[in-house]
Structures are given as structure tokens and as C-alpha cells.
């Protein structure tokens, strides 16, 4: 009975109504009233109610029966002070639906999914430190100093969960913990990010560093450069961007740049960054280069595209390797993708 009634409130937030919306979506059938009840375990609805409830909040009956566990940490809409409460809860129940999914194909499969975090260890005082961390894990993760061609795939080979929704607000990805300190989660507003693949792995590698490095004894802003450091040090190493740049330089040019950009997946504009933090190029130097980016209109879409691919296909892999080795049936499978049976037979063949 618990479980049946968190995973209706849950539904229903995912799907963005109130009990009164929920009430029209399936006609009145029952009242806002008796969902209420539903939602508290006050009352079970009986089969035919059940089924009409995973028709109308598009999920399958058994959504209601499932009961892996998701717990999320703490979470922050960062720069969002006035994030609208309903699509911030429809987000989360997203995430924890689709996550709950993924951690049961993997229990199913017997695969680990507990986290260890390589750099615990690190106290984060300075850039200096940013980028010893950066340099760990790269070494940690066998990287060596080149570009990283597949930035969400990378993590979730390494046990960071990362999840792609569509939100029509203004933020670009959040990380949690669930389950304790088990798992980290990535949650990236997919609508954001559809062609600035640099963008996307940035925020990615930005999000791991909220994750992994101990910065939150540190006011906002200065997290959030910490952050950003990391994510572009992960991207370009600083050996690899002085071997790029040749070392110090009195001014750089756009197409210069734009080469290294589309190498190693990194914006113009961080890469011009990091080269002023890391002292081979001037403020002075910084600051007219901005100015002269923001007069070609550069500064949101930069004259050069990052090219490449952007995404993981694990869980799709995970269960159809549960479903070719007979763990799971074919309903269960449908099950795990949150799909009608016909409608997955129709879409998916294992020989």
C-alpha cells in the first residue's frame, strides 16, 4: 500500500497536474478527494482504477508495484532563486523514475553500482589543487592527457548515473547523491543542450565536480569556479593545451581556437579562460578578447560547432543483455523501458 501511493503522487508529479488535474485527466471518474486518499494510503484502488491511472499519467500498471529504492541528497537549482516548485518536482520525479528503473536492470544483471569517489582525499584550496584533482582522475580513469571523445558515455562507464530531460526552464543540469552516498547523479535539461555538444560536456564534467570535489565550505561564487575550473581542466589538461598553444602568447586567433575546440570538445571562450588562468595569456588580453567576441556576436553562438557524440547507450545495452541471456521476459523488459508490450515487441527483436 505504501509503495502503490508514493508511486501515484509520484506519477502525478512527473506529469505536472494537481489532484483536481489529475480528477479531469481520467474524467471525474473519482474525485480529487479520493486520489487524495489514494495518495496518503488511506484507500487501494482496485484494478480497474489502476489501470486507468497508468493510462491516463502514461506509465505502465506495474509502475505502481515497483519497489526499488531512490532516495536523492540534496539538491540545487543553481542561479535559479525562483525556480517554479511544479516543474522542479516534475523534473526529480523523472529522474528518480527513470533511475529507479536502471538501478533494478542492474541489481537484476547483479552489477555493483556503489560509487567510490577517487578524490576524497584532495582538499580543494586553489586552482592549483583543481587541477591536481582533475589530473587524478584522468590517471584514475586511464584518460592520459587526450581528448575524451564521448564525455557522458565516460561517466556512465564509471558508475555516474546520467539522465537527460527536457524542461522548457532556464536551467542547464543539477547532481545528487542517491541512495546515501552510493550513486552520483547527473541530471542534464536535455532541450538545452541539443546543439551545443561543448556545452553539454562541460556542464557534465562542471556537475562531477559538485559531486566529487569538497567545495562546499565555499561561498556561490566561488564554487562555482572551482567547478568550472575542473570541467575545463578535465577537458583540456594543461600539458595537452600548452603543447596546443605553444606556451605564452601575446594574442591567439579565432580559427586557432576553433581547431582546438572541435579536437577536444571545449567553447572558444572557456579555452581562452583557462589559458588566462593558466598565466599564458594576460587579463589585459582576456578582457579585449571578450570585448571583441561580444562584438561579433559570438558570445552566445561561437562561429565554430563541436561535432560529435554526446550520449549513453548503457542502459539499452544492459537490457538487452538481460533479455538475450533470459534474466528478465520480454513483458519485463517493456516493463524496464516504461513501454507497452506490443509497442516494444514492435520496436525491439532479440534473436
Known sequence: MKYLAERLKSARLMNGLSLQGLADRIDN????QALSKYEQGQVVPDSDMIGVLAEALK?????FHTDTEVKFGEIEFRKLKNYPSKEKNRIIEIAKNELSRYIELEEILGIET?????LEDIAIKSHEDIEKAAEKLREVWGLGSDSISNVIELLEDHHVKVLEIDSS????G???WVNGNDIPLIVLNKSKFENKLDRKRFTAFHELAHLLLDVNGYEEKQK?????AFA??????EYTLKQELGGK?????ITELGAIKQQYGISMQALVYRAKNLGFISDNYLKQFYMVFNQLGYRVNEPVDYKGMEQSNRFSQLLFRALAEEFISMSKAASLKNQKLAEFRKENMVI
Do not use: G, Q
Open 59 to 63: 506509465v505502465r500498471p506495474d509502475y
Open 224 to 228: 562555482e569556479k572551482f567547478c568550472h
Open 169 to 172: 526552464e532556464a536551467f542547464d
Open 174 to 176: 543539477f547532481s545528487t
Open 249 to 253: 602568447r601575446s594574442k591567439l586567433s
Open 232 to 237: 575545463s581542466a578535465m577537458l583540456i589538461p
Open 114 to 118: 556503489k560509487f567510490e569517489n577517487p
Open 29 to 32: 471518474r473519482v474525485t480529487k
